[in-house]
Protein backbone atom coordinates (compact mmCIF):
# COMPACT_ATOMS: atom_id res chain seq x y z
CA UNK A 1 0.00 0.00 0.00
CA UNK A 2 1.24 3.40 -0.72
CA UNK A 3 1.95 6.23 2.07
CA UNK A 4 -0.92 7.55 3.66
CA UNK A 5 -1.48 10.39 5.89
CA UNK A 6 -4.73 10.89 7.35
CA UNK A 7 -5.96 14.28 8.42
CA UNK A 8 -9.56 14.79 10.45
CA UNK A 9 -11.11 17.55 10.59
CA UNK A 10 -12.76 18.49 13.85
CA UNK A 11 -15.58 20.88 12.24
CA UNK A 12 -17.06 23.88 13.72
CA UNK A 13 -18.74 25.64 16.45
CA UNK A 14 -21.46 22.94 15.98
CA UNK A 15 -24.12 25.21 16.84
CA UNK A 16 -26.62 22.56 15.59
CA UNK A 17 -25.36 20.40 18.38
CA UNK A 18 -25.78 22.64 20.83
CA UNK A 19 -25.60 22.34 23.95
CA UNK A 20 -23.73 19.19 23.45
CA UNK A 21 -21.14 21.25 22.27
CA UNK A 22 -21.01 24.11 24.98
CA UNK A 23 -18.66 23.12 25.94
CA UNK A 24 -16.78 20.26 23.88
CA UNK A 25 -15.88 20.18 20.46
CA UNK A 26 -18.32 18.15 17.81
CA UNK A 27 -15.66 15.20 17.75
CA UNK A 28 -15.25 15.19 21.59
CA UNK A 29 -19.52 14.45 22.25
CA UNK A 30 -19.76 11.04 23.93
CA UNK A 31 -21.16 8.08 21.97
CA UNK A 32 -22.70 4.80 22.57
CA UNK A 33 -21.98 5.09 26.45
CA UNK A 34 -18.02 4.87 26.68
CA UNK A 35 -16.55 6.41 22.96
CA UNK A 36 -16.65 9.89 21.71
CA UNK A 37 -16.87 10.62 18.46
CA UNK A 38 -13.13 11.24 17.52
CA UNK A 39 -12.31 7.44 18.15
CA UNK A 40 -14.80 6.60 14.48
CA UNK A 41 -12.35 8.12 12.36
CA UNK A 42 -9.57 7.83 14.04
CA UNK A 43 -10.35 3.62 14.71
CA UNK A 44 -10.88 3.29 11.07
CA UNK A 45 -7.77 4.24 9.71
CA UNK A 46 -5.90 2.27 12.72
CA UNK A 47 -8.09 -0.94 11.23
CA UNK A 48 -6.81 0.23 7.70
CA UNK A 49 -3.17 0.39 8.39
CA UNK A 50 -2.69 4.54 8.74
CA UNK A 51 -1.22 4.88 11.28
CA UNK A 52 0.28 9.06 10.57
CA UNK A 53 -2.72 10.72 11.97
CA UNK A 54 -3.72 14.67 12.17
CA UNK A 55 -6.73 15.88 13.78
CA UNK A 56 -7.62 19.46 12.91
CA UNK A 57 -9.41 21.56 15.60
CA UNK A 58 -10.59 25.23 16.63
CA UNK A 59 -13.38 25.24 19.06
CA UNK A 60 -13.61 24.12 22.20
CA UNK A 61 -10.61 21.51 22.14
CA UNK A 62 -9.90 20.92 25.48
CA UNK A 63 -11.26 17.54 26.21
CA UNK A 64 -10.74 16.14 22.74
CA UNK A 65 -6.43 17.02 23.39
CA UNK A 66 -7.15 15.33 26.68
CA UNK A 67 -8.74 12.66 25.22
CA UNK A 68 -6.53 11.94 22.07
CA UNK A 69 -3.62 12.18 24.39
CA UNK A 70 -4.88 9.58 27.39
CA UNK A 71 -5.96 7.10 23.97
CA UNK A 72 -3.47 6.69 21.48
CA UNK A 73 -0.04 5.94 21.49
CA UNK A 74 1.90 4.07 19.40
CA UNK A 75 5.35 2.42 20.36
CA UNK A 76 8.59 4.03 18.96
CA UNK A 77 9.74 1.95 16.12
CA UNK A 78 6.56 2.31 13.93
CA UNK A 79 6.26 5.91 13.42
CA UNK A 80 2.65 5.99 14.12
CA UNK A 81 0.83 9.47 15.58
CA UNK A 82 -2.46 10.79 16.50
CA UNK A 83 -0.78 14.47 16.41
CA UNK A 84 -3.41 17.51 17.65
CA UNK A 85 -2.94 20.55 15.00
CA UNK A 86 -4.90 23.54 16.96
CA UNK A 87 -5.73 26.75 15.17
CA UNK A 88 -2.75 29.12 15.79
CA UNK A 89 -1.36 32.31 13.90
CA UNK A 90 1.30 32.04 11.48
CA UNK A 91 3.55 33.75 9.44
CA UNK A 92 2.19 32.18 5.93
CA UNK A 93 -1.26 31.97 7.47
CA UNK A 94 -2.52 34.71 9.28
CA UNK A 95 -4.15 35.39 12.52
CA UNK A 96 -7.88 34.51 10.71
CA UNK A 97 -9.43 31.12 12.01
CA UNK A 98 -10.67 28.37 9.48
CA UNK A 99 -13.07 29.54 6.94
CA UNK A 100 -14.04 26.09 5.40
CA UNK A 101 -12.73 23.01 4.91
CA UNK A 102 -10.26 23.34 2.64
CA UNK A 103 -9.19 26.28 4.52
CA UNK A 104 -8.33 24.14 7.42
CA UNK A 105 -6.42 21.46 6.01
CA UNK A 106 -4.32 24.77 3.23
CA UNK A 107 -3.18 25.54 6.99
CA UNK A 108 -1.86 22.63 8.10
CA UNK A 109 0.12 21.80 4.47
CA UNK A 110 3.32 22.58 6.26
CA UNK A 111 2.70 19.65 8.65
CA UNK A 112 2.46 17.17 5.97
CA UNK A 113 5.41 18.47 3.91
CA UNK A 114 7.52 18.31 7.07
CA UNK A 115 6.85 14.59 7.82
CA UNK A 116 10.11 12.73 7.27
CA UNK A 117 8.92 9.84 5.30
CA UNK A 118 6.58 11.79 2.77
CA UNK A 119 2.98 10.40 2.06
CA UNK A 120 2.09 9.23 -1.44
CA UNK A 121 -1.84 10.35 -0.89
CA UNK A 122 -3.78 12.62 1.97
CA UNK A 123 -6.73 11.13 3.32
CA UNK A 124 -9.25 13.49 4.58
CA UNK A 125 -11.98 12.44 7.29
CA UNK A 126 -14.86 14.29 9.37
CA UNK A 127 -14.26 13.79 12.70
CA UNK A 128 -18.31 13.75 13.26
CA UNK A 129 -19.55 10.79 11.78
CA UNK A 130 -20.69 7.08 12.82
CA UNK A 131 -19.44 4.24 9.85
CA UNK A 132 -16.77 1.64 9.22
CA UNK A 133 -14.96 1.85 6.38
CA UNK A 134 -11.50 -0.20 4.79
CA UNK A 135 -9.52 2.69 3.67
CA UNK A 136 -7.76 0.44 1.95
CA UNK A 137 -10.63 -0.39 -0.33
CA UNK A 138 -11.01 3.28 -1.52
CA UNK A 139 -7.04 2.80 -2.00
CA UNK A 140 -7.49 0.49 -4.05
CA UNK A 141 -10.15 2.27 -6.45
CA UNK A 142 -8.09 4.99 -6.17
CA UNK A 143 -4.57 3.50 -7.85
CA UNK A 144 -6.57 1.14 -9.95
CA UNK A 145 -8.57 3.99 -11.71
CA UNK A 146 -5.27 6.28 -11.58
CA UNK A 147 -7.55 9.09 -10.22
CA UNK A 148 -6.13 12.23 -9.25
CA UNK A 149 -9.03 12.68 -6.63
CA UNK A 150 -11.69 10.10 -4.98
CA UNK A 151 -14.82 10.86 -3.03
CA UNK A 152 -16.69 7.94 -1.24
CA UNK A 153 -20.65 8.58 -1.80
CA UNK A 154 -23.46 6.62 -0.45
CA UNK A 155 -26.79 6.18 -2.18
CA UNK A 156 -29.21 8.50 -0.59
CA UNK A 157 -33.04 9.60 -1.36
CA UNK A 158 -34.03 13.07 -2.90
CA UNK A 159 -35.19 14.38 0.38
CA UNK A 160 -31.52 13.22 2.04
CA UNK A 161 -29.69 14.90 -1.01
CA UNK A 162 -31.08 18.95 0.65
CA UNK A 163 -28.62 18.52 3.17
CA UNK A 164 -25.43 17.08 1.31
CA UNK A 165 -23.17 17.22 -1.15
CA UNK A 166 -24.63 15.27 -4.65
CA UNK A 167 -22.59 13.91 -7.57
CA UNK A 168 -22.86 12.92 -11.22
CA UNK A 169 -20.72 10.42 -12.24
CA UNK A 170 -20.46 9.00 -15.82
CA UNK A 171 -20.31 5.46 -16.79
CA UNK A 172 -16.83 5.06 -15.54
CA UNK A 173 -17.39 6.50 -12.19
CA UNK A 174 -15.57 9.79 -12.82
CA UNK A 175 -17.27 13.15 -11.43
CA UNK A 176 -18.89 15.38 -14.09
CA UNK A 177 -20.97 17.07 -12.01
CA UNK A 178 -21.25 18.30 -8.16
CA UNK A 179 -23.66 20.09 -6.61
CA UNK A 180 -23.42 21.29 -2.73
CA UNK A 181 -26.94 20.95 -0.93
CA UNK A 182 -29.36 21.16 -3.85
CA UNK A 183 -33.14 21.96 -2.95
CA UNK A 184 -35.40 22.18 -5.83
CA UNK A 185 -35.89 18.80 -7.70
CA UNK A 186 -35.09 20.49 -10.84
CA UNK A 187 -31.37 21.09 -9.06
CA UNK A 188 -31.59 17.50 -7.86
CA UNK A 189 -32.18 16.57 -11.56
CA UNK A 190 -29.25 17.86 -13.06
CA UNK A 191 -26.84 15.39 -10.98
CA UNK A 192 -29.23 12.57 -10.33
CA UNK A 193 -28.31 9.29 -11.32
CA UNK A 194 -30.25 6.15 -12.36
CA UNK A 195 -30.77 3.26 -9.68
CA UNK A 196 -29.60 1.22 -12.12
CA UNK A 197 -26.10 2.38 -12.80
CA UNK A 198 -25.99 1.85 -8.63
CA UNK A 199 -27.07 -1.15 -8.69
CA UNK A 200 -25.05 -2.36 -11.68
CA UNK A 201 -21.64 -1.35 -9.48
CA UNK A 202 -22.58 -4.02 -7.05
CA UNK A 203 -24.60 -1.02 -4.38
CA UNK A 204 -28.20 -1.89 -3.93
CA UNK A 205 -29.54 1.45 -5.13
CA UNK A 206 -33.47 0.48 -3.01
CA UNK A 207 -34.91 2.84 -5.08
CA UNK A 208 -32.35 5.91 -4.26
CA UNK A 209 -31.01 7.99 -6.92
CA UNK A 210 -28.88 10.60 -5.74
CA UNK A 211 -25.10 9.74 -4.98
CA UNK A 212 -24.16 11.59 -2.02
CA UNK A 213 -20.60 12.83 -0.82
CA UNK A 214 -19.94 11.40 2.71
CA UNK A 215 -17.09 14.06 3.36
CA UNK A 216 -14.21 11.03 2.60
CA UNK A 217 -11.73 12.35 0.21
CA UNK A 218 -8.39 10.96 -0.65
CA UNK A 219 -6.36 13.00 -2.62
CA UNK A 220 -2.47 12.45 -4.63
CA UNK A 221 -0.29 14.64 -2.64
CA UNK A 222 1.10 16.95 -5.62
CA UNK A 223 -2.64 17.65 -6.53
CA UNK A 224 -3.71 18.63 -3.19
CA UNK A 225 -0.87 21.01 -2.78
CA UNK A 226 -1.97 22.30 -6.17
CA UNK A 227 -4.95 23.24 -5.69
CA UNK A 228 -4.82 24.43 -2.12
CA UNK A 229 -1.54 26.50 -2.69
CA UNK A 230 -2.76 27.81 -6.28
CA UNK A 231 -6.47 29.16 -5.25
CA UNK A 232 -8.34 30.83 -2.23
CA UNK A 233 -10.81 28.46 -1.88
CA UNK A 234 -12.02 27.75 1.53
CA UNK A 235 -14.64 24.90 1.32
CA UNK A 236 -14.04 21.01 -0.64
CA UNK A 237 -17.87 20.77 -1.42
CA UNK A 238 -18.86 24.23 -2.07
CA UNK A 239 -15.26 25.69 -4.28
CA UNK A 240 -12.58 22.86 -4.59
CA UNK A 241 -15.04 19.57 -6.24
CA UNK A 242 -17.15 21.61 -8.86
CA UNK A 243 -13.52 23.73 -9.99
CA UNK A 244 -11.60 20.47 -9.93
CA UNK A 245 -13.93 17.89 -11.66
CA UNK A 246 -13.33 20.50 -15.08
CA UNK A 247 -9.57 20.58 -14.97
CA UNK A 248 -8.68 16.86 -12.52
CA UNK A 249 -9.47 13.20 -12.55
CA UNK A 250 -11.94 12.87 -10.17
CA UNK A 251 -13.38 9.21 -9.10
CA UNK A 252 -16.18 8.24 -6.95
CA UNK A 253 -15.62 5.16 -4.20
CA UNK A 254 -19.77 3.31 -4.11
CA UNK A 255 -19.73 2.57 -0.49
CA UNK A 256 -23.27 0.55 0.87
CA UNK A 257 -22.49 0.15 4.50
CA UNK A 258 -23.97 2.22 7.49
CA UNK A 259 -22.97 5.73 7.35
CA UNK A 260 -24.42 8.63 9.72
CA UNK A 261 -23.39 12.29 10.16
CA UNK A 262 -23.98 12.96 13.80
CA UNK A 263 -24.68 16.69 13.22
CA UNK A 264 -27.75 17.70 14.72
CA UNK A 265 -29.25 16.88 18.35
CA UNK A 266 -32.25 14.54 16.75
CA UNK A 267 -29.31 12.67 14.52
CA UNK A 268 -27.29 12.40 17.57
CA UNK A 269 -30.19 10.91 19.34
CA UNK A 270 -31.64 8.59 16.78
CA UNK A 271 -28.54 7.29 16.29
CA UNK A 272 -27.54 6.44 19.55
CA UNK A 273 -30.82 4.57 20.36
CA UNK A 274 -30.40 2.75 17.39
CA UNK A 275 -27.31 1.11 18.72
CA UNK A 276 -29.23 -0.27 21.57
CA UNK A 277 -31.66 -2.03 19.75
CA UNK A 278 -32.31 -6.19 18.86
CA UNK A 279 -30.59 -4.97 15.37
CA UNK A 280 -28.31 -2.10 15.97
CA UNK A 281 -27.07 -1.15 12.32
CA UNK A 282 -23.79 -0.05 13.36
CA UNK A 283 -21.55 -2.99 15.97
CA UNK A 284 -19.27 -1.97 17.97
CA UNK A 285 -18.26 -5.64 18.72
CA UNK A 286 -17.02 -6.46 15.44
CA UNK A 287 -13.53 -8.47 16.22
CA UNK A 288 -11.78 -7.67 12.54
CA UNK A 289 -12.02 -4.10 13.28
CA UNK A 290 -12.49 -2.92 16.69
CA UNK A 291 -13.69 0.38 17.82
CA UNK A 292 -10.68 1.78 20.21
CA UNK A 293 -11.00 4.61 22.99
CA UNK A 294 -9.49 5.44 26.14
CA UNK A 295 -8.80 2.64 28.93
CA UNK A 296 -10.18 3.05 31.86
CA UNK A 297 -10.08 1.37 35.15
CA UNK A 298 -13.42 0.54 36.36
CA UNK A 299 -15.25 -1.95 37.82
CA UNK A 300 -17.72 -4.17 36.00
CA UNK A 301 -21.44 -2.68 35.99
CA UNK A 302 -23.54 -3.62 38.94
CA UNK A 303 -27.55 -4.10 38.59
CA UNK A 304 -29.62 -4.94 41.58
CA UNK A 305 -33.20 -6.33 40.95
CA UNK A 306 -34.25 -4.18 37.81
CA UNK A 307 -35.35 -4.77 34.42
CA UNK A 308 -33.66 -3.45 31.67
CA UNK A 309 -33.86 -4.02 27.82
CA UNK A 310 -32.43 -3.16 24.73
CA UNK A 311 -30.20 -0.89 26.06
CA UNK A 312 -26.55 -0.17 26.67
CA UNK A 313 -24.51 -0.14 29.77
CA UNK A 314 -21.02 0.91 30.57
CA UNK A 315 -18.97 0.40 33.15
CA UNK A 316 -18.54 1.12 36.47
CA UNK A 317 -22.86 1.67 36.83
CA UNK A 318 -24.63 0.98 39.69
CA UNK A 319 -28.21 0.08 38.78
CA UNK A 320 -30.60 0.20 41.76
CA UNK A 321 -33.88 -1.88 43.03
CA UNK A 322 -37.11 -1.43 40.76
CA UNK A 323 -35.63 0.05 38.11
CA UNK A 324 -36.66 0.32 34.58
CA UNK A 325 -34.47 0.89 31.58
CA UNK A 326 -35.74 0.82 28.24
CA UNK A 327 -33.99 1.37 25.01
CA UNK A 328 -31.54 3.90 26.73
CA UNK A 329 -27.90 4.61 26.58
CA UNK A 330 -26.37 4.58 29.89
CA UNK A 331 -22.81 5.88 30.02
CA UNK A 332 -19.67 5.78 33.08
CA UNK A 333 -19.91 5.53 36.63
CA UNK A 334 -23.76 6.06 36.21
CA UNK A 335 -25.39 6.07 39.53
CA UNK A 336 -29.22 5.29 39.39
CA UNK A 337 -31.36 4.90 42.15
CA UNK A 338 -34.00 2.63 43.05
CA UNK A 339 -37.32 2.45 41.38
CA UNK A 340 -36.60 4.91 38.58
CA UNK A 341 -37.39 4.40 35.47
CA UNK A 342 -35.70 5.64 32.03
CA UNK A 343 -36.73 5.19 28.51
CA UNK A 344 -35.99 6.06 24.92
CA UNK A 345 -33.20 7.90 26.64
CA UNK A 346 -29.23 8.86 26.29
CA UNK A 347 -27.86 9.57 30.16
CA UNK A 348 -23.74 10.19 29.42
CA UNK A 349 -22.42 9.09 33.16
CA UNK A 350 -19.89 10.97 35.30
CA UNK A 351 -15.99 11.68 34.66
CA UNK A 352 -15.83 10.82 38.31
CA UNK A 353 -17.52 8.90 41.27
CA UNK A 354 -18.94 10.99 44.28
CA UNK A 355 -16.79 10.43 47.55
CA UNK A 356 -17.77 9.24 50.71
CA UNK A 357 -17.51 12.66 52.45
CA UNK A 358 -19.55 14.36 49.54
CA UNK A 359 -22.96 12.06 49.77
CA UNK A 360 -22.56 12.48 53.50
CA UNK A 361 -23.56 16.49 53.10
CA UNK A 362 -26.70 17.59 54.32
CA UNK A 363 -27.79 19.31 50.89
CA UNK A 364 -25.92 17.08 48.69
CA UNK A 365 -27.52 15.65 45.72
CA UNK A 366 -25.23 12.62 45.13
CA UNK A 367 -23.99 12.19 40.67
CA UNK A 368 -26.47 10.11 38.94
CA UNK A 369 -30.61 9.82 39.07
CA UNK A 370 -31.94 9.84 42.47
CA UNK A 371 -34.82 7.35 43.46
CA UNK A 372 -38.41 7.59 42.15
CA UNK A 373 -37.11 9.99 39.54
CA UNK A 374 -38.71 9.36 35.67
CA UNK A 375 -36.01 10.45 32.34
CA UNK A 376 -38.47 9.48 29.28
CA UNK A 377 -36.73 10.88 25.48
CA UNK A 378 -33.82 12.75 26.67
CA UNK A 379 -30.55 13.56 27.35
CA UNK A 380 -28.51 13.97 30.41
CA UNK A 381 -24.92 15.16 29.76
CA UNK A 382 -22.40 14.32 31.74
CA UNK A 383 -21.92 14.80 35.80
CA UNK A 384 -25.59 15.89 36.47
CA UNK A 385 -27.02 15.57 40.15
CA UNK A 386 -30.70 14.43 39.42
CA UNK A 387 -32.35 14.29 42.99
CA UNK A 388 -35.14 11.71 44.18
CA UNK A 389 -38.42 12.15 42.18
CA UNK A 390 -37.68 14.29 39.30
CA UNK A 391 -39.13 14.35 35.87
CA UNK A 392 -37.60 15.40 32.76
CA UNK A 393 -40.13 14.50 29.69
CA UNK A 394 -41.13 16.77 27.03
CA UNK A 395 -45.17 16.06 27.69
CA UNK A 396 -45.69 19.10 26.17
CA UNK A 397 -43.92 18.41 22.82
CA UNK A 398 -42.49 22.00 22.46
CA UNK A 399 -39.34 21.67 19.61
CA UNK A 400 -36.94 24.57 21.63
CA UNK A 401 -37.18 25.89 25.45
CA UNK A 402 -34.71 26.38 28.35
CA UNK A 403 -35.52 26.20 31.89
CA UNK A 404 -35.85 29.44 33.65
CA UNK A 405 -32.56 28.12 35.85
CA UNK A 406 -30.80 26.97 32.54
CA UNK A 407 -30.39 23.28 33.64
CA UNK A 408 -32.61 22.38 30.28
CA UNK A 409 -32.56 22.59 27.24
CA UNK A 410 -35.34 21.19 24.83
CA UNK A 411 -33.71 21.35 20.91
CA UNK A 412 -35.78 19.14 18.35
CA UNK A 413 -38.07 18.42 20.83
CA UNK A 414 -35.57 16.49 22.81
CA UNK A 415 -34.38 17.87 26.61
CA UNK A 416 -31.15 17.82 27.44
CA UNK A 417 -29.80 18.33 30.70
CA UNK A 418 -26.68 20.57 30.36
CA UNK A 419 -23.22 19.21 31.54
CA UNK A 420 -22.73 19.77 35.81
CA UNK A 421 -26.35 20.91 36.32
CA UNK A 422 -27.93 19.97 39.31
CA UNK A 423 -31.71 19.26 39.41
CA UNK A 424 -33.10 18.96 43.22
CA UNK A 425 -35.93 16.56 44.62
CA UNK A 426 -39.00 17.54 42.71
CA UNK A 427 -37.85 19.22 40.28
CA UNK A 428 -40.00 18.87 36.95
CA UNK A 429 -39.37 20.07 33.90
CA UNK A 430 -42.42 22.72 33.04
CA UNK A 431 -42.31 24.14 29.43
Not at 278 to 300: G, I, K, M, N, W
Amino acid sequence: MPSVVSLVLGGGRGTRLSPLTGIRSKPAVPLAGKYRLIDIPISNCINSGINRIFVVTQFMSASLHQHIRRTYTFDQFTGGFVEMLAAQETPDAGADWYEGTADAVRKNLRYIRSLPESADLVLILSGDQLYRMDFREMIETHLQSKADVSIAAIPVTRNDAKSLGVMRVDDEGKVVGFLEKPQSDEEIDLVRMPPEWIDAHGVQSLGRDCLASMGIYLFNRETLFEVLDKTEYTDFGKEVFPAAIRARKVKVHLFDGYWEDIGTIRSFYEANLSLAGDHPPFDFSAPEAPVYTRARFLPPTRIADAKIHNSLLADGCRIGKGTVIENSVIGLRCNVGENVTIKNSIVMGADFFDTKEAEQGADHVSLGIGAGSLINGAIVDKNCRIGDGVRIENSTGHEDFQSPDGAVIIRDGIPIVVKDSTLPEGWTLKP
